[in-house]
């Protein structure tokens, strides 16, 4: 089944500092990918999406991740951390069938004044 | 505004009390669905719809229904609810299964069963 496993279920970096937050899918087909951001007490809010096209994506808020067959991965992104950027991330991932979406187990970030 | 809209944001139940959490889509989308939200574990299909009538379990329907009679609505019922269905759920709703177009999300529910 296609899934999506993210390293590291906590991360904390400094406010100016770069944030990676890591993404692997399991397939042997590109497929397409998304992060989802969930700040405390809301839904879920599309950062980005891969959808075979440009292999570097673009987000909102400074965010870009990268897709990268070689290694299975699509690890999110952002230069410079800002306080704002404190919340739940989740990559997520169609099921081969197309009929599920399935998310990752999530990485809270923290950003630290 | 184009959104998800879930009710009541916050329920506290007892054991064994059926319950039904409403959900409703302004978009027109074919495809609805259930999520359930747990620490560490992500969140986790519980069904989906992919249009009037059409129904499938996800990877957690044990404990629940569903049914969609129209196409913006998709209530989760809990016949029975347990205290290891407390939880937050989410509905989403999207244009069709590629998602790509957007994967909307409602605001949540926090359900509590004592």
């Known amino acids: 089944a296609q899934s999506v496993t993210q390293l590291g279920s906590h991360v904390s970096v400094s406010e100016g500092a770069l944030v990676l937050l890591r993404c692997n899918y399991s397939?042997?087909?590109?497929?397409?990918l998304f992060w989802y951001v969930q700040y405390p007490n809301q839904g879920l809010q599309l950062l980005l999406k891969?959808?075979?096209?440009?292999?570097l994506v673009k987000g909102i808020n400074g965010f870009e991740a990268e897709f990268k067959k070689s290694e299975t991965s699509f690890h999110l992104t952002k230069p410079s951390a800002h306080m704002s950027d404190a919340a739940e991330y989740f990559c997520?991932?169609?099921?081969?069938?197309?009929?599920?979406?399935?998310f990752g187990t999530g990485t809270s970030l923290t950003v630290i004044p | 505004e184009a959104q998800v809209t879930q009710n009541p944001r916050y329920l506290i139940t007892v054991t064994g009390k059926k319950l039904t959490v409403t959900c409703s889509q302004n978009?027109?989308?074919?495809?609805m669905s259930w999520y359930r939200q747990d620490p560490g574990l992500g969140l986790r299909q519980i069904y989906y719809?992919?249009?009037?009538?059409?129904?499938d379990k996800g990877d957690v329907p044990e404990g629940y229904k569903v049914s969609r009679k129209e196409k913006r609505n998709f209530p989760l019922i809990l016949e029975s609810p347990s205290p290891n269905q407390t939880s937050l759920y989410f509905c989403?709703?999207?244009?069709?299964?590629?998602?790509?177009?957007?994967?909307?999300f409602g605001s949540g529910t926090r359900l509590t069963v004592v």
């Open positions: 989403a709703s999207s244009r069709d299964r590629q998602f790509i177009y957007g994967y909307t």
């Open positions: 891969y959808t075979s096209a440009a292999t």
């Open positions: 397939s042997s087909v590109p497929p397409y």
């Open positions: 997520a991932v169609i099921s081969n069938t197309g009929n599920q979406f399935y």
């Open positions: 719809s992919m249009n009037v009538e059409v129904t």
């Open positions: 978009m027109n989308h074919e495809y």
